[in-house]
């Protein structure tokens, strides 16, 4: 069965610094990743995805993940943390096809001015 | 970009009542939506798989009889919640997808949840 691991329920990075968010998953077969962001009281928004094409996924709000098979992680970063990025961080992980999505359990992160 | 709204936003009913939740696809036509729900500080867990003209799949341990699911058209599913309790507050949230083919990686849209109390 497909599951995801973020480590860390909460990360506080002060503005400015680098921001990390560690999700390692396990699928049987080649996976399918997502993050997504949420912020209070709101749906998800899609940050970026990994579908089997380039390693390195550039999303949106300068985000980037990259897919490492040999670690089976896929952690996102972000080189220079924003007030604005504050929010809750979900990795996803799905096999193909019309399948649902496994959530890890939310990384909270925190930017300190 | 495809849009999926979700209504109500924010539902307060007494315990005992049952409340339906409307999941559309706007621009586009889904033969499958999810539903997840979302209790305070936790992750989203999948309820339920809706696939238009057939019944729902359901998750273990989720009652198919308290979590009505219609899925009646291609772009309109709805999630009632029958004689709804207090435990039952939470912040649900489907998803649509547009089909592609088996294999074929198929994005998921999400609406932007209801958030249900019930007193």
């Known amino acids: 069965a497909q599951s995801v691991t973020q480590l860390g329920s909460h990360v506080s990075v002060s503005e400015g610094a680098l921001v990390l968010l560690r999700c390692n998953y396990s699928?049987?077969?080649?996976?399918?990743l997502f993050w997504y962001v949420q912020y209070p009281n709101q749906g998800l928004q899609l940050l970026l995805k990994y579908t089997s094409a380039a390693t390195l996924v550039k999303g949106i709000n300068g985000f980037e993940a990259e897919f490492k098979k040999s670690e089976t992680s896929f952690h996102l970063t972000k080189p220079s943390a924003h007030m604005s990025d504050a929010a809750e961080y979900f990795c996803?992980?799905?096999?193909?096809?019309?399948?649902?999505?496994?959530f890890g359990k939310g990384t909270r992160l925190s930017v300190i001015a | 970009g495809a849009v999926v709204s979700q209504h109500p936003s924010w539902v307060i009913c007494k315990s005992g009542t049952s409340v339906k939740i409307e999941c559309r696809s706007l621009?586009?036509?889904?033969?499958?939506m999810f539903w997840y729900r979302q209790f305070p500080k936790q992750s989203l867990m999948l309820m339920a798989t809706s696939n238009e003209g057939s019944k729902a799949t359901y998750e273990q341990g989720v009652e198919k009889d308290k979590f009505l699911i219609n899925h009646a058209s291609l772009t309109l599913s709805t999630l009632t919640v029958t004689s709804a309790h207090p435990e039952d507050s939470s912040f649900y949230i489907c998803?649509?997808?547009?089909?592609?083919?088996?294999?074929?990686?198929?994005?998921?849209?999400f609406g932007p949840g209801t958030r249900l109390t019930v007193l």
């Open positions: 621009d586009f036509q889904a033969t499958t």
């Open positions: 699928s049987s077969v080649p996976p399918y």
């Open positions: 996803a992980v799905s096999d193909p096809g019309n399948t649902p999505l496994v």
């Open positions: 998803s649509a997808t547009i089909p592609t083919g088996q294999g074929i990686y198929n994005e998921q849209f």
